[in-house]
């Protein structure tokens, strides 16, 4: 029975195994009084033991491994569903021997990625696809730490128990370097594939994961970009009882909507699904089996119900398995060039922070309606979700780049009815009248309801779906803040690719941003700055190439942002533009 995911660190821990009161972790620094600085808020624990930086443990009848590097925040990172209650625990040479009643006696393999901590790739692909399209997945890994980063790969093919998938030979990296693995299924297994990726880290906190999933026709743009999720990161896993809303999906002439999953536990879980149209009129349900550590994806999804085209909807997917924890995600794809973009979960579990407002507001980073580079016409379509029952109010506010926005005026008020959706195309224009460029405050009466994100995208021939871009809550953690450094990793900047950076400033006080740009081997390439106005906001085009940074030819490099301005708090992202098709990808911090 193979544990995943353990990290092994050096320190001293004292563990208190309370009965019904789970997991108490306190530093041994002054013996005589110990100080409670972690809890794992799990039981019953009948039994518990350290090793290194980690704490094994029963939980009814599961035997878990929390990572308590960070004695404050202890995480799970592994566990396994043993035959009894664990009653004593023994870990030793890659086992844990475990006395578990009334079963007797269990020898649990921790096996395949001891030694690090998984971070996964949701979704990834090399081989033929619908119509011409030819997939590809290329990889790039970032360390933001000071100390070499080990890693290793473990490809997890879809409908396929991979308790004991194989795992790649280890790879190391540089303090503050990047990697690039072009067409990664193909390069680690010889041929053809579709699953997902778990890459196994040595130090979770320095590395920095992202994909990208293509066309590589004729017809392909950059792609749909996929971050990595960390072991059991509680903001993207979805857990028993939870259920998470995608929205903003199409499946008609020009669009489809897949939709994944992937379990990243160690039994089988069965996902549900319940599929919507914008008027909040169910269309039907469906469930799928997932196997322990495997994945799935339904092309086509809203055929799983409906044979009708679905111009704008939603689905709800939840688990009630014991013990589940799973990814989901939604992939709308473009017909006519196959270009996909990404579509998460819409996140409710955001700080809230309205600020002045009397609202709360959701932040869409970048907007536009306005002619671009080259012979690009922008627009910007934005999709409102209320996932609760009671009437939603909202109001718009537009942000044009570079001016102090302190007063600028919100729309009339707006109402969205209980479990319905709403779509406004190239809502710059439609709103206001004319173009422009910048940010958009969507200001809701009641933020746990209220999902928002939009797309942008190129209405030329040439143009696709587009990237997403979602609204950011209040003051969610996607904000940066004075002394904190965020980076932005996975650029491009050569004949194929252009990268544009964008900021945006969430306060009522003028701030100073600072930018520091690597090329992917780490090297330093300079400092630029921008000073933002109150509520105000900007983008580098074409970044790499502006003075004083004035460089070009950059494969999988990376910039750092932070601010000195004290109480400043502000929005980064980077989008990276297919110089063909005028298609582009966002790029979150990670």
């Not at 729309?411 to 809502?427: K, M, W």
């Not at 200001?443 to 143009?463: E, I, K, L, M």
């Not at 990376?558 to 929005?571: I, S």
Request: with cysteine; charged share 15%; net charge negative.
């Amino acid at each position: 029975m193979p544990i995943r995911g353990l990290g092994i660190w050096t320190s001293v821990f004292v563990m208190t195994v309370m009965i019904l009161g789970g997991l108490n972790t306190s530093p041994i620094f002054a013996q005589d009084r110990p100080e409670l600085v972690g809890r794992w808020p799990y039981g019953s624990a009948y039994a518990g033991t350290v090793s290194g930086n980690f704490a094994y443990f029963g939980s009814g009848t599961v035997l878990q491994i929390a990572d308590i590097s960070d004695p404050a925040t202890p995480q799970v990172v592994g566990e396994v569903v043993l035959p009894g209650v664990p009653r004593g625990i023994a870990p030793a040479d890659g086992y844990a021997f475990v006395v578990d009643s009334p079963a007797g006696r269990t020898i649990a393999r921790i096996s395949a990625s001891d030694n690090c901590t998984p971070i996964s790739i949701a979704a990834a692909a090399s081989g033929p696809g619908a119509g011409d399209s030819l997939w590809a997945t290329d990889l790039g890994i970032n360390n933001s730490g000071d100390e070499i980063l080990t890693y290793k790969f473990q490809m997890l093919p879809r409908g396929v128990d991979n308790t004991d998938a194989p795992f790649t030979d280890e790879f190391t990296l540089p303090p503050d370097t990047n990697a690039n693995f072009v067409d990664i299924w193909k390069l680690h297994t010889g041929g053809d594939g579709a699953g997902s990726i778990n890459v196994c880290v040595s130090d979770p906190d320095a590395a920095g994961v992202t994909s990208r999933t293509y066309n590589t026709s004729d017809t392909g743009t950059f792609g749909q970009t996929i971050v990595g999720v960390k072991g059991m990161t509680p903001e993207k896993m979805i857990g028993t009882g939870e259920t998470a809303r995608l929205g903003f999906l199409t499946q008609n002439d020009d669009f489809r909507t897949n939709v994944g999953f992937m379990n990243a536990g160690a039994t089988t879980i069965t996902v549900n699904a319940q599929f919507f149209e914008a008027d909040g009129a169910s269309l039907g349900s469906s469930s799928i089996d997932i196997l322990p550590y495997s994945n799935d994806q339904w092309n086509r999804a809203f055929r799983q119900v409906s044979s009708e085209a679905i111009g704008l909807g939603f689905i709800d997917v939840w688990s009630d398995t014991e013990g589940a924890e799973f990814l989901a995600y939604a992939s709308v794809i473009d017909n006519s060039t196959d270009d996909p973009t990404t579509i998460w979960p819409f996140d409710t579990d955001q700080i809230v922070d309205g600020g002045s407002f009397d609202c709360t507001p959701f932040w869409i980073a970048a907007a536009a309606s306005a002619n671009g580079a080259g012979e690009s016409v922008w627009a910007t379509d934005l999709g409102l979700n209320n996932l609760g029952s009671d009437l939603l109010t909202y109001q718009v506010q537009f942000l044009p780049r570079g001016e102090d926005n302190t007063d600028v005026a919100m729309s009339t008020p707006f109402t969205l009815g209980g479990n319905q959706a709403v779509a406004y195309s190239d809502i710059w224009h439609s709103m206001t009248g004319g173009q422009g460029a910048g940010a958009i405050n969507v200001c809701v009466n009641s933020a746990d309801a209220a999902g928002v994100v939009s797309r942008t995208y190129n209405t030329g021939d040439a143009g696709t779906f587009g990237q997403t871009i979602v609204g950011m809550r209040g003051a969610a953690p996607a904000k940066v803040t004075t002394g904190e450094k965020a980076r932005l990793g996975y650029l491009f900047e050569n004949d194929a690719y252009r990268t544009n950076i964008g900021f945006m400033n969430a306060g009522s006080n003028e701030i100073t941003v600072i930018v520091e740009f690597f090329d992917m081997q780490g090297e330093s390439l300079g400092t630029k700055s921008v000073a933002l106005a109150p509520y105000s906001n900007t983008q580098w085009n074409k970044a790499y190439t502006l003075d004083p940074i004035s460089t070009s030819g950059i494969t999988a490099g990376f910039v750092d942002v932070w601010t000195n301005t004290p109480d400043a708090a502000f929005l980064t992202y980077a989008s990276i533009v297919d110089n063909g098709t005028g298609d582009p990808t966002t790029i979150w911090p990670f």
